[in-house]
Structures are given as structure tokens and as C-alpha cells.
């Protein structure tokens, strides 16, 4: 794919390493940092995230600009995009965040037996709610979307839709900030972050 090959060239890893680094984040595969990347006559920069399927085959290319606009570059039409789904076989919790970057918030403290994704929006399409219901139907699930509007509608919706659909209880990670990647750059040490998820794992509200 020429989109892959300009992506590839122009990635600046120093840049990548010092924009991770801002949000208290280590590098991690599948993510680039280039500046003037043209693609369909539209000139992209900052952040380029490409997500994989079970077959390995890429299913979306996104970018998060220097202004956090997020532009979808390419989706595969048969395959459904879920950050880490390689992940969720193998734990018996799986947390469900919008960004890519607040799923490898949580993923880089290296927690066990937790598998961390994302669906690369708050408004997930019913697709990917299917797809992760049948592939975590026996698994604790737990959201962490943004506290914003939308991140809490989005959170409401699809504890209700599991309810509703599949019996099934999914609880919320509780935080104080914005998105869970600024809760975690905001405790210095961790320990309240890990806490956090822990508690949620437990079903805690507090």
C-alpha cells in the first residue's frame, strides 16, 4: 500500500519519542510520527496509528494531527477495527478504551491477566460492540471511556446494549480527568491509576 511506504519514510522517531514521552508514554509497534504526508491531494502530519486484524492484514490507518483532529486514511470494508483484539484471548478482563493512546496507557504498566483495546471512537459502530461481546462473552469487561459527554453516553449505551442483548454486566473505570491518559500523566507515582483498576475490576463504586 503506497500510504504505508510514504508513512514508513517519513517517520521521525525522535519526534515519536518525545510526543509519547509528553504523555508519559514509551514507544510501542504500529505507531509514526511524520510530517507531510500526502495522501488523496490532503497533506497529513503527527501521529499515524495502523491497526491490525486477527490475519494480520492492516484494517485502519488513522491520524491524530498536532490539533488532535483524528482523520480516518483508510478502513478495510470487511474487517472490523478493534486496537489489541490479538490481546483478549488470552485475559480474563479486557478494558475498552476510545484512543489508542489511553489503551497503551493503561497496557505499559504491564498489569496481569488484563487485556487493554480500543475502539478508536466513543461512538463504536454495533459492529464492533457484536464482534467483542462474542469474542469476551466470558470475560470481565470494563469501560473507560473520556469523561466528556460523549465518552459517558457511549458508556451508558453499551452497558445497556449488554444487558439488553447478552445478560451480561459491564462496569466503568472510575478517574477524576479529562481521558484516562491525562489521569495517568496526573498521578506521579501510579499508585492511585493502578488502583483505579483494580477496583473496577472488583465491580467497587466509590
Keep these: 500500500m503506497e500510504l504505508l511506504t510514504e508513512i514508513a519514510k517519513k517517520h521521525n522517531h525522535e519526534a515519536l519519542t518525545k510526543y509519547l514521552a509528553d504523555r508519559c508514554l514509551k514507544p510501542f509497534d504500529n505507531i509514526y510520527f511524520c510530517s507531510n504526508v500526502l495522501y488523496k491531494n490532503h497533506i497529513y502530519s503527527g501521529l499515524f496509528i495502523i491497526s491490525h486484524s486477527l490475519d494480520g492484514k492492516v484494517n485502519l490507518i488513522e491520524n491524530r494531527s498536532l490539533f488532535n483532529v483524528y482523520t480516518k486514511l483508510y478502513q478495510a470494508e470487511d474487517k472490523i477495527p478493534i486496537w489489541g483484539v490479538k490481546t483478549i484471548a488470552d485475559a ?13 496507557t493503561i497496557s505499559q504498566l504491564n498489569l496481569p491477566d488484563i487485556s487493554v483495546i480500543s475502539l478508536f471512537k466513543a461512538s463504536y459502530s454495533l459492529a464492533q460492540f ?3 461481546m462474542y469474542g469476551a462473552s466470558n470475560k470481565t469487561i470494563i469501560t473507560a471511556f473520556d469523561n466528556d459527554d460523549s465518552g459517558i453516553r457511549a458508556g451508558k449505551k453499551m452497558a445497556e446494549m449488554s444487558v439488553y442483548k447478552y445478560n451480561k454486566t459491564i462496569n466503568s ?26 477496583h473496577a475490576i472488583k465491580g467497587v463504586s466509590y
Design 92 to 104: 480474563p478482563t479486557v478494558i475498552v478504551t476510545e484512543s489508542v493512546l489511553d489503551s497503551e
Design 173 to 198: 473505570l472510575p478517574f477524576p480527568h479529562k481521558d484516562i491518559n491525562l489521569f495517568r500523566c496526573r498521578s506521579s507515582s501510579g499508585m492511585r491509576f493502578k488502583r483505579n483498576i483494580q
Design 130 to 132: 457484536h464482534y467483542l
